[in-house]
């Protein structure tokens, strides 16, 4: 049974061999670690068996037979074995076998034997370790992954449900958590830098029919559907990536106004000095804006891993020294194991998160004690005209259920018809519950702004000026954005 207590023993070191040479293409190097399948690495079979004989005193053996069977058939689901190293040492793994020593031989393939060394915990190993290993085994045809463990909560952060208790070989019952697996073509290793691909968050699940499954179905879909504007925004004209690129001093308007709403709030210094995380940050042309602003580092988190891809590659292009995390912005202090001074969210973010309890709260923990958070999006009154007219069509409070649509287009030009992905699902934060659950997770409201001016063309007959768009001359001046900045308080 899976349990991830330790003896607290040394991390086994890697075979000298493997230290002097280059990484195949079965991993990545990385500062944190590499996730290295034994199938793709048979040189390690001695040394990992010994590593999980000395955290699970199983007999070695045991090990050993089951990582040369998972090496003589690669292709199989089951037996797969994994481990994580790290300077030179084995830290973390874990194994996919048939049965992990229980009643229910029903409920197979099982995840096992997972294991993070104690110093390297709670940096989100574990969760990107296994993200790693359901990929990889929904690749090999699975559809379902199951895992017995005496842990109650911890796997439900990971994306994991509790199915039901289930009976061991000992006679003792232990918690059973499923996982619904998505294709993601991840076989080979990948590195656990912040700066690679790491785990998206949101669970992959694809039943449409379960009611406990319908949420993890829209933001799945969601997902799907930003891989896919990623690729046609990093080609148009609205992100002026290849400006971005060639020129250092260029910084985004969104970037721009943003800064315009948060300095105010910052020392006298601005920026300089500061370290600033942008949550739900797409293809990154604005958290590098942020370091051309001035911050010491920059930080985004997206939960689309093509918008990543993109990002890190226009990063590297444009010489920026920015780093990306997948992740869902409501869990964001799960996957980044560190605080900042600033965290910014732009326009267009958080129709996309259903709720705001745990985004808000994941800020707080993300917030240094008297750091800054700036929120500036569309306003909420948008939303009731419905996008399209002054007309009030639409439901203006928060509560009313996700709206769900279909489009093949993005906001950016020449987009229609390239989004295969087709499904949308947003969900309305009215003002009560925005600065509510800044205010419930413990933060102080500084500034509620609004604007008369917005990003996009959010109705059809807003005019382009150097401030963004607006309401025609002679029609009502009605607020477009807002922003709303909030302070971590000092302890």
């Not at 463990?149 to 061991?168: A, I, P, Q, S």
């Not at 739900?280 to 891993?305: K, M, N, V």
């Not at 799960?334 to 958080?350: C, K």
């Not at 309890?357 to 929120?375: E, K, N, Q």
Request: aromatic letters at 8%; glycine letters at 6%; hydrophobic letters at 40%.
């Amino acid at each position: 049974m899976e349990c991830a207590t330790s003896n607290d023993k040394i991390a086994a070191p890697l075979p000298a061999q493997l230290e002097r040479s280059p990484m195949s293409n079965t991993s990545r190097t990385s500062p944190v670690g590499d996730i290295l399948p034994i199938a793709a690495h048979p040189e390690l079979v001695e040394l990992a068996a010994a590593w999980f004989s000395d955290k699970w005193a199983v007999p070695v053996e045991e090990y050993r037979k089951s990582m040369l069977a998972c090496c003589d058939h690669p292709e199989a689901a089951a037996p797969q074995w994994y481990v994580v190293v790290n300077a030179g040492r084995i830290v973390a793994g874990a194994g996919v076998i048939d049965n992990d020593f229980h009643e229910r031989r029903d409920l197979a393939p099982n995840v096992c034997a997972v294991f993070v060394e104690p110093e390297l915990r709670k940096l989100g190993i574990a969760r990107r370790l296994l993200d790693f290993v359901c990929r990889d085994i929904a690749d090999r045809g699975v559809e379902r992954l199951y895992l017995l463990t005496d842990h109650n909560r911890f796997y439900e952060r990971l994306g994991w449900r509790f199915r039901e208790m289930v009976r061991d070989d000992d006679g003792l019952f232990g918690r059973m958590y499923e996982k619904e697996l998505r294709t993601a073509n991840a076989f080979g290793g990948v590195s656990l830098n912040a700066l690679d691909s790491a785990v998206a968050s949101v669970s992959a699940s694809t039943s449409a029919t379960r009611p406990d499954n319908a949420l993890a179905r829209k933001l799945a879909e969601n997902r799907d559907n930003w891989d896919d504007r990623a690729n046609v925004h990093a080609e148009s004209a609205f992100y002026e990536v290849e400006r971005l690129v060639s020129d250092s001093s260029y910084i985004s308007g969104v970037a721009r106004r943003d800064f315009e709403a948060l300095s105010p709030h910052l020392p006298q210094a601005g920026l300089a000095g500061l370290s600033v995380l942008h949550l739900q940050c797409h293809i990154g042309t604005d958290t590098i804006s942020w370091l051309r602003l001035g911050a010491r580092e920059a930080w985004g988190l997206d939960f689309s891993p093509a918008s990543l891809s993109h990002a890190r590659g226009i990063a590297r292009r444009a010489g920026a020294n920015a780093t990306f995390v997948e992740g869902d912005a409501r869990f964001a202090s799960h996957v980044i194991q560190r605080t900042f001074d600033v965290v910014v969210t732009g326009t267009g973010a958080i129709t996309w998160l259903p709720d705001l309890g745990d985004w808000a709260r994941s800020i707080a923990d993300l917030l240094v004690p008297g750091g800054v958070f700036l929120l500036r999006d569309d306003h909420p009154l948008l939303d009731a005209l419905g996008y399209e007219s002054l007309t009030v069509t639409e439901d203006y409070l928060s509560g009313t259920g996700s709206i769900d649509y279909e489009s093949d287009e993005s906001y950016v030009e020449g987009s229609a018809g390239k989004i295969s992905h087709t499904a949308n699902h947003n969900w309305r934060h009215d003002f009560q519950e925005i600065i509510g659950s800044l205010l419930a997770a413990g933060l102080s409201i500084e500034a509620l702004r609004e604007s008369p001016h917005a990003e996009w063309k959010a109705l059809p007959f807003l005019t382009e000026t150097a401030q963004g768009w607006t309401m025609p001359e002679g029609m009502p001046r009605i607020p477009l954005s807002f922003a709303v900045v909030a302070r971590k308080p000092q302890k």
